[in-house]
């Protein structure tokens, strides 16, 4: 869907570590600042134990996931948006990406460099934060003054953008992010053309040592308080555990987790997080020869979705056949969601639910 969540963070701090185990890739991950400049791309697979019980269920050939999306950032330094440590090129970059997973280091070792010296999250992400307010301040600045133009024009519309600007310019001066700042249907128009960096959404992936995920620590404390008040997400993983973790068979990582007390790798929350940041749901189609995991974004319709599919059964939809996954699991099949009356026939309307499983009439 060209949609993708970009990983973010200072120098050192375990972001191509987090990026190799979340893909199984080999971007270079080492102990110095700048060792990513060009960013890595990782198309990884969204953990869902309904495709699973779905496919078991249909006894089908072929099993396919659905996908998101990671970029493998540089690390960002105090002045990247006056562009020091390339940070134009950096900052680019995240401009791309649709939602942010921002890594913390919340451990201490004294064998890996901390580019401050010492460890202190909130530090950390407010230098990240200061950066990404300036840069948007800039694309602000230079919208205002391409509206001024129309507002000497007597142009009503640029009038009220212009005093929107304003508010918005004021608001990130004081530091504040741009996702915080109010908009209503028609000022969310003027910024979101902006794509503003701290628009984006935010999760924040606490990267700590074995000890910090089993019973947290201090770093991990401040940086929940920090997200609470922020409305964000916080996931505390151990990017190095994790690494060893993604190289292990099936049977053998779950003798690993076993012993470490979890229930599943801390990278399938770091997935389905950044899917849920993205604004996408998963819709089902399910049979004898290919059970897969759909994508589409939240509030897609009936026709957008089987458009995913293929272009021409969104041009040429009649009807969607559905039932939904918690009927499915209750009681058991497709046949006797049937019999219950739960299987609903829908119309172009219809806006798709996360876990539907959905069949498609369409002329061709």
């Keep these: ?41 990782g198309i990884v697979n969204v953990p869902d134990p309904r495709l699973r019980k779905l496919s078991e269920s249909y006894e089908t050939d072929r099993e396919v996931a659905t996908t998101v999306e990671f970029v493998d950032i ?25 939602a942010v997973a921002h890594v913390v280091r919340c451990f201490s070792d004294d064998n890996v460099v901390h580019v401050h010296g010492d460890v202190n999250p909130l530090h950390d992400i407010d230098i990240i934060e200061t950066e990404l307010v300036l840069k948007d301040l800039e ?18 519309d640029a009038k009220e953008e212009h005093e929107y600007l304003t508010g918005l310019r004021t608001h990130l001066d004081g530091g504040r992010t741009a996702r915080t700042y109010e908009r209503d249907d028609k000022t969310s128009v003027f910024i979101r053309q902006l794509q503003l960096l701290t628009d984006k959404p935010v999760m924040y ?8 995920v089993k019973n947290g620590n201090q770093y991990v404390d401040a940086v929940r308080t ?25 049977d053998d990582r779950d003798v690993f987790l076993s012993d470490l007390g979890m229930e599943e790798p801390g990278l399938d929350r770091v997935i ?27 509030g897609s319709t009936a026709p957008q979705a089987a458009g995913v599919i293929h272009t021409d059964f969104e041009k040429g939809f009649i009807r969607a056949e559905v039932m939904a996954y918690a009927d499915w699991e209750k009681l058991g099949s497709e046949q006797a969601v049937k019999d219950a009356g739960l299987y609903r026939i829908e119309g172009k309307e219809y806006l798709v639910k996360d876990g539907d499983i959905m069949y498609f009439r369409f002329n061709v």
């Design 1 to 41: 869907m060209g949609i993708a969540c970009g990983i973010v963070g200072l120098p050192n701090v375990g972001k191509s570590t987090l990026f190799n185990a979340l893909t199984s890739n080999e971007a270079e991950a080492a102990n110095y600042p700048f060792c990513t400049i060009d960013p890595n791309v």
């Design 74 to 98: 540089a690390g960002l330094v105090k002045g990247a948006a006056q562009g020091e440590g390339l940070g134009n090129q950096f900052l680019a970059n995240i401009r791309a990406c649709d």
């Design 139 to 156: 694309t602000v600045e230079k919208r205002m003054e391409n509206v001024q133009k129309k507002v000497r024009a007597n142009d009503k």
């Design 205 to 212: 992936v606490a990267n700590t040592d074995e000890a910090g």
């Design 226 to 250: 920090r997200a609470a008040a922020e409305g964000a997400v916080v996931v505390p993983i151990c990017a190095k555990i994790e690494s060893e973790i993604a190289l292990l068979d099936p």
């Design 272 to 298: 389905r997080e950044a899917y849920r940041l993205l604004g996408l749901i998963t819709y089902f189609t399910a049979g004898k020869k290919e059970t897969r995991a759909w994508t589409v974004r939240q």
